[in-house]
């Protein structure tokens, strides 16, 4: 069943899932996309570009540089390959970060605590080494290219009562770091990616992005320094399911003779509002997660600071920290 | 579109959805199963009566009795109402119980603290007022009806190495309780139920019930004293969604050309191995589940606490026994 | 053994305590200092007044209001007593406050969420009803007198590398509230207070103050707005068990023979320097609390949660609340 | 000060405290108490062997072996030496266990998982990489000297209702382990100790050690088979800042005149009366923890589970293994 670009397709907050499944279907160059793709040591990284206004509109994604590291293999919590990911995504970070050794830098963990599959920021800025406050306490001699490095989880606006947005533009106004990264549990399109891929992108948060569909945008614009986004698919929205069912049900009749006349049935059109249909307001608030989601969560959450700390701290290393932390 | 009995239907731990769905398809009385709807001030109670193997073949579950308190009101948080269902509960319990007001009871909270959607069980006991140890601390004449009541969160299989039914088959043998509580996730049929339910059974936990699929079972047989089970549906398998979309679209196409071709092609067999397609092993172990489950398996927790801390104890007040705590 | 006036007195955060202790010792009026005490139905309530630089000077608390709300009964967990209290409570936060009903109030929850006897701050926050977000979503006929509340936990400088102050400065230049209320866990003079007494004061938190030894103000200058501090003991300064000690000894040797040696020998500045002697740099960060301190925070987190919801929220019932949350 | 042997001494969990705080006194060969010291990287180790009665008369431990492994550098956080200390402990735990490759333990985690000091077995728990239902999952081919590992925490008697020693001598019955290894939470005499030992015994867990002074013995006596308990000195009771002032007070005023009215006055029977003084009911629950606790757990409790998991994983690497958790 040939799927005409500009169809409805279930969110995606991965842009590589976004550009693929565009690509898949209309098998042909998207217009303001490049998208390129790296192997690594049991891990794929791919690269996707959107150009401006054009590349939006094809896939989506607001216009920047959005890097994937994708590895089936995590769903084994095989320990080295998290660790050789971890070290790649370090590489990545500080690449797109391309800051000073010793600019002030602000961790921010996106998300609720208390909900495992949204927890993933919380428990990253619980293991972010923060240096901020040791300035005064390092020896000068050993302070070399020590970065301030402060991390936040701010809560969300359920349990606050404040956008997250707010405080974080409070707190940015206090402490000037040079950029902000932000970490947040995204929702995929394709349940093998839950677990399996780290998004790094130099866009920021974007409204409707994230598990939760944050409201409003962490980004350069609204925080006034450049905002990195990191990200791990925890989740996929209930509606997913359904649309895969329709289309599995789709290719399965054709070729047989019913088809042409359930595809004159359904159009693009048709098959939103079948979805919206079975997704009734009580649905369209549910997500599809795995039943180890905890353990999943805390090996990815340890997996990002791992690479954080690696890269933010290039001058003083976690040892020598810790002994100050 | 005729669903002959028989034919599959998503999993379900509540006897009620199971009685209703196949009655609804059916239309009949089904044999060997009884069922009887009660209402209260924002809730039904629905009691399901499975006698013997015939109930069991016609709604797949243990002959026994199964007690569903439900009330759609429970998803906007309204106190007054989860306090008369609360109510309301404990008298099912002290029913279903039927045990003199100082016979010893153990309550167990299965399932992992530390997944959201599982972690009903352990924060129920963690509320459990529990009395066991008091007996040389209160003084005699204060003692009166007091119930010994122990309360235990054995862990999970993956994180503990031991069956939970061995850990409770150990502490039983040791503590010689007159009957077992066991509180769990449960998994229903149709999303509205998540958070909005409560089920009660005296036939104890079946082996592939609730969020986990349990491997053993936790019943009289095997524990030697009766065993009531309260649970309430946090998750929805992910399957069901699939199988839902499959459904409203047969209901769709319905009465149009096409389909008679398309219902001759999908008997229940084909609508089970559809839905067997869709979900690949990675798949499987999917659930769908809310995303302020923090807080409504909170909620949950606390009724059920409240109930089984007022069903147990009756001889002395709450307020009197936290002294002694 | 006359202790004079001035001398060293181990620290405490309850300025009902600094009082007494000096007038306990001095047996005078305290010069820019009133205290004044009423009865409660199982409960103390000493106003301690301090006036301008002389009642500073006198007993070292800032110029100020305190209530000091005290309970030995509160160490037995009597649910009946918990709830007098907090209602007691309730009724000196708005008459401390002052607001219109509709004020917006910022509750800040001081202290490391994952440190129990520092968790108190982090505690009480999980457990208020936020309303400052639902402005959109009650209808304009319920929104009466609904206070816009907010409510955060900002870490600790160690976890976050940010300063308390900084984050509430931040934050309080956004969203503007009329008042901020900062829940805070103190060290007290006495073993006994620990658990069993809630302090409430007009002069916000000062440097020096709380378990960890706040470092910057969180006051009207800091923070533009008038700053109400709520705190209860959780612990005692591992010195004042030393210094308990030597008071002991001293008050025993007393009229002996040898009392008069010893007391030539043990000036004040004697017995500071052999309390400083005691404290090595080790013991100088110790604190001493009850074994069961996680039930006793719990509890007082919620007799101040109750308190802080009950005052706040008067206009709109939290049962009305919970509906929109 | 002479300290006559058999006078009272503050209580420590420690073996190592126990024999130096006598042998430091009496500058004598302890009569059934041998002590060997062994100098590690940044460690020392310090082997303390009872022998029968008379040794436990001596020092007031159980007859067997103690290791206590001690590092002041662990306050400082240095990971290096985190990471050495954890493979000596790793050695002594192989040594002490005895055991072929293949023979099943479990490791059980005494304490309250929700008050941080005493939550280091729980927490060890977490951490343990548990085997003992990977049997039928893991290749025979691969299985080889798969230890099968259990873990329990099994929660304290005030919140569950059952001695800790019932569950887990109805879990012992019921999976027949060869050895069981208990994690608890210590007292030490010595502030110095806290967080800086880990002890390793062969004799398990005698009631009224660790900091809720166990109630019933976990030994190979009560339990039928060996019980090796690891601790770590979490806290110090407060009894002990009060008897150390006064021996400070006694060393102080040692050679001057008054000394020996002093003297006089109080023999080892007026010490123990004055401290009993000191520590009226309230403060007789007392511990002195330090501010940074959690932090200090949660190090102990990595470098316990890490020795833990490379000991009892000989066979199967750690990194196999978590392929099939």
Redesign the interface.
Known sequence: MAISQGQWHPYTDLASEAAGAVQGAARQQLPGVTVQEEQGDGFTVTRVHVHGPEGEQAIGKAPGRYVTIEAPGL??????LQERISQALAREIEALLGLPADAPVLVVGLG?A?????ALGPRVV?KIL?????RDVVPAELRGDLR????????V???????TG??I???????RPRAVIAVDALAARS??R?GTAVQLADTGIRPGSG??GRRVALDAESLGVPVIAIGVPTV?H?AT??Y???Q??AT??KG???FF??YA?FGPEEVRR??D??L?P??G??????????EMVEDMARLIAGALNAALHKGVT??EL??Y?
Not at 148 to 155: D, E, I, S, Y
Not at 169 to 175: D, K, S, T
């Open positions: 769903r084994e919590r095989n320990l080295d609720n208390r909900a495992t599959p949204d619980e923060v240096s901020r406050h040791l301030p490095v402060a991390a936040l989880a701010p809560g606006l359920g349990t606050t009562g404040v956008e707010e405080v533009q409070g707190v940015v106004e206090r402490i349940v093998e839950i598990l939760q996929v209930a399911i359904a895969d069912t329709f599995l049900l399965r009749l047989r003779n019913a006349d359930l049935q079948l979805i249909e079975v009734t009580a649905v608030s549910l997500v599809v997660t795995p039943k180890g989601v905890d976690a040892k810790m002994r932390v």
